[in-house]
């Protein structure tokens, strides 16, 4: 079995693929799956890099099969499984071992997928698509009228942000790094984009507001943003910190909420937002139907195969990478 996997914490180098005749074994609440695709994620690089060590959250271990989304025929289930049989098409997120050939999978993060969706769209569509969707539906309260500034618009989880709250009738203002990002967000339905690394775009959020700020920010960033986001929002707006990708704010006072006007601020996890079964199923269903009915939309710009995926993770490091990457296994 061909697979891509780490025994240490570092960068790109530590990063190992092996082809052997052993395939996983199942536990009772397990099935084990031929996998057919796997979603590349900016999360599999942050496992890669040690970052989900001390996590309560993803409880990651050592050896680890990276990739933690993914879609496959089912093989097998534990005696305990009963919601899905061999040969059912399934897909699966936050299940670490997507990267290989077959990965055992606990049942109930399974989610059954519909004929009008293929292997590679599963794979590419669930763990960001259920990641907007929680953020949209269920920290957000986007209604028509309000208004919400979504950073790294151009980013995978940002575009599907951008149409979500579009479908919610919001104002929606982005942010990138380059003007080709600024011509992504816009081109997936941001109403206006600003270059943020300057750290002057609430400035710019503001003159767009008439001076009062977004209802809503969302933000992957963190470090180089979560100031200026605080600066963008209305009183008692509502920040998401949903991501870390320039670093950690670690020295922030809750009085600064205060300061800048009573503001909200969540720092969520999808893993508390799929907390059962049925609610992950719900999430994949609006994901793949929305997808059926050319709602939404997810380019997968680029594939890889097992022995190649490192080379995705240092395109999404170094930010060139604009869509959405798969393994085809
Ligand atoms: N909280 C949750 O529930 C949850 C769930 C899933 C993912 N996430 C997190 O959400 C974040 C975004 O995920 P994604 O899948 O949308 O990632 P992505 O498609 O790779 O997009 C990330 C964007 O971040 C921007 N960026 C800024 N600084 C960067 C840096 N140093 N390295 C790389 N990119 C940088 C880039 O846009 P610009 O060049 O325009 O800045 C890039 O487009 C990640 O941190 C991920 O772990 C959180």
Redesign the pocket.
Known sequence: MKSVFITEYGGPEVVQFSSSSTIPKITPEKILVKVFAAGI???DI?TRQGKYVNSRTYDVELPCTLGMEGAGEVVEVGKGVSQVKPGDRVAWCIAWGSYAEYATVPASQVVKIPDTISYEQAAASL??GC?AHYLVNDVSNLTPGSSCLIH?G?????RLLIQLAKTRGARVLAT???QE?IAVAKRYGADDAFLYQHGNFHQEVLAATEGLGVDTVFD??GL?TLRSSFLSTRKKGLIIN?????GSVKNLDPLELGEHGSLFLTR???ADYMDSQKTIQRRADDIFNLLADNKLKIEIVAKYRLENVVKAHEL??N?TLIGKAVVAI
Do not use: C, D, W
Not at 154 to 158: A, E, M, P, R, Y
Not at 242 to 246: E, K, P, R
């Open positions: 994620n900016f999360m942050h763990f960001q990641t790294a151009s980013g995978n989880i940002g990138a790094s380059t990002k992957s960033l180089q949903y991501g870390n990708v320039s969520p996890r999808l999404i490091e930010r």
